[in-house]
Nanobody
């Protein structure tokens, strides 16, 4: 079992930065791939970024590549999403997720946090 709690969301102006954190509990965290997803009002949940259990591989959605960085600290059981050069279209609820596979498919993730709101004003 893995429990996930996101934090760090908020309101920021376009061009600004935020860092999201996802604190995990459970002994399997260090063996799990971690992902960030987001869901805007009226839209489906979409992939943002993922990282392997070791942190050696990452993958990003094209829409955030070069602006967002995913990282993890297994000693602290935490995964991060550094978001720079934010745009109004990045506004969404952001979720972290844990699962056995390094994938962009949300259906492959077994555990989900409750989400944190990110709002980017123009």
């Amino acid at each position: 079992q893995v429990q996930l709690v996101e934090s760090g969301g908020g309101l920021v102006q376009a061009g600004g930065s935020l860092r999201l954190s996802c604190a995990a509990s459970g002994r399997t965290f260090s063996n799990a791939a971690m992902g960030w997803f987001r869901q805007a009002p009226g839209k489906e949940r979409e992939f943002v970024a993922t990282i392997t259990w070791s942190g050696t591989r990452t993958n990003y959605a094209d829409s955030v590549k070069g602006r967002f960085t995913i990282s993890r600290d297994n000693a602290e059981n935490t995964v991060y999403l550094q978001m720079n050069s934010l745009k109004p279209e990045d506004t969404a609820v952001y979720y972290c997720a844990a699962g056995p596979y390094f994938t962009s498919d949300p259906g492959q993730y077994r555990y989900w946090g409750q989400g944190t709101q990110v709002t980017v004003s123009s």
